[in-house]
């Protein structure tokens, strides 16, 4: 049986470069598993194997009842517990062999919540737009690969292509 990667992010507002990153690692031969954990609105591109809605849910909430209170702050404490359960279950389930994500302040501490339920030694990418400052609050104790995405994440340019494109190309090959 093959390699599945798990990508955790927010696809409402991240889906191009989602979809982007989901390429590359298909077209290495690597199965994907998508959860989002966007609550601004429905994925346009990417359709996630697990929804915002699971995630919330795993936490004891709904999607409805986040948008509802509009608290960003709160949404992203919650979806990152949701991300961290059910990426945890994943793994125990032998469901997923790693995890890359990318994002920015929230995007990043929603995945590296979840990438840290994870054993060392299990592969765990981040590309952020906090990387080039202190990562030690994002990545704990825990063996997270930082990659600083240079250029905000906000489509697909020379620049993000070859970051994403590295970035996939090291979680393949760990």
């Not at 390429?23 to 609550?39: C, D, K, M, P």
């Not at 990152?80 to 995890?99: D, H, P």
């Not at 825990?142 to 340019?157: C, E, L, P, Q």
């Not at 070859?162 to 979680?171: D, E, F, G």
Request: glycine letters at 10%; a neutral charge; one cysteine or more.
């Amino acid at each position: 049986m093959g390699k599945t990667i798990c990508l955790v992010g927010t696809f409402d507002t991240k889906g191009l470069e989602f979809q982007f990153l989901k390429n590359q690692i298909e077209s290495a031969g690597v199965s994907t598993l998508a959860i989002n954990a966007g609550i601004l609105g429905e994925p346009s591109l990417l359709k996630p194997d697990i929804s915002a809605e699971d995630l919330a849910s795993a936490s004891g909430t709904s999607l409805a009842e986040l948008r509802h209170e509009a608290d960003r702050g709160n949404s992203v404490a919650i979806m990152a517990k949701g991300a961290a359960q059910i990426v945890r279950q994943l793994w125990s389930e032998k469901k997923i062999n790693g995890i890359i994500s990318l994002g920015g302040s929230a995007g990043t501490t929603i995945a590296t919540t979840a990438m840290r339920t994870l054993p060392v030694g299990t592969p765990k990418v981040m590309v952020s737009t906090l990387a080039s400052g202190d990562t030690s609050p994002y990545v704990g104790t825990k063996d997270i690969a930082m990659i600083y995405s240079v250029v905000d994440i906000a489509g697909i340019n020379s620049i993000s292509r070859q970051i994403l494109t590295n970035a996939a190309s090291a979680i393949v090959g760990m």
